[in-house]
Every structure is written in C-alpha cells, then in structure tokens.
C-alpha cells in the first residue's frame, strides 16, 4: 500500500474514531508490515478511497477492527456494501467490538450490525489500551453469523488480546 493510500485511510479512522479506539500514525501504519493485518477499500471515480474495513485473519476466525466511511458520504451504503462482501468471502467467524448501546449513536451502530447479521455478545469485554497511557475501554463483542458461546467468547478474546493487542495469556509464551 502506497503512502498516499495510507494516509487517505488514517485520515477517515482520524474523522470516524475518538483516539483511544486507534492506534497513533506510525503504530497504525506498522500494522501494515503484519501478515495477518489487511486493509480493504472503497474507491470512488476519482480513485479515492471512500471507505476502509481493517481486518485481522486468524486460523479460527475474522476479526474486523475497523470499519469507516468518509464522514462526507455517510449514509450511502458504501459501509453496508463493503462489509457485505467481506462477510460473504469468510469461511469462519467473524468478530467485532462496539461501544455498549446506551446512547444512541452506539445503539444505531449495534443495530446496523445486527441487520448484517451480528449477534450481541453477552459477556464482560474491554479493549486494552491501544495508546501509551491509555486506559482500558469497556467494549461488547459482536459475531457473525450466530452468538459465541460463552468457551467460544473466551477463545475469540484470547485471541484479540495475544495477536492483536500483544498481551501475554497465562501460560502462553510470547
């Protein structure tokens, strides 16, 4: 991925999340270098990216850690329509972490999961700091296409927390 490219993506994350749900400029774009990471965009006519799903492959399952469309075009589908099709390419489950529905902005972003064909997840969550000095966000998980069991959950966070956020699990040499 060009420079130009990456900074059209960063520039949409910058405009869509508050920055304890991304990583700095250089932490994101180190991302870039790991196999696991991938980027998908939306390109418009004139070959800007409109929008972006970030997503981390793993054996077990799809984990999409972001998903955000230019907040000049909201509204149009384009996020619908990009997450349709990765959704429609997986052969295993999909995961994603929200915000808790108690406002309604939170609350419209479950819902538009859910009519993707998430599930909310009942079980306690929260994303470790993706920043220096950060602290801990309280968030759900979501998945795709039925709810985790409870094993399933503790698997799938495992997961997170060792692959994508770097956190040694008990037992597990890193």
Known sequence: MNSTAFDEIYAIMEASFPDNEYRTYSGQKGLLSLPRYRLYTERGAD??????????????????????????????????????????????????????PVNELAARRVGFYERLGFHLNPFDYVQP??????????????????????????????????????????????
Do not use: C
């Open 129 to 174: 700091p993706l920043r220096k000095g950060q602290a801990e966000l309280p968030l759900l998980i979501m998945t795709y296409p039925r709810p985790a069991a409870q094993q399933e959950f503790r698997r799938f966070r495992d997961i997170l927390y060792s692959e994508v956020y770097n956190i040694p699990l008990p037992g597990r040499p890193r």
């Open 47 to 100: 070959n800007r990216i409109l929008a972006f799903l970030a997503a981390w492959e793993f054996p077990e399952l799809r984990f999409v850690e972001h998903l955000a469309v230019n907040p000049d075009i909201r509204g149009g589908g384009i996020g619908k329509k990009l997450m349709q099709d990765y959704l429609v390419h997986s052969d295993k489950p999909v995961v994603l972490e929200v915000e808790p």
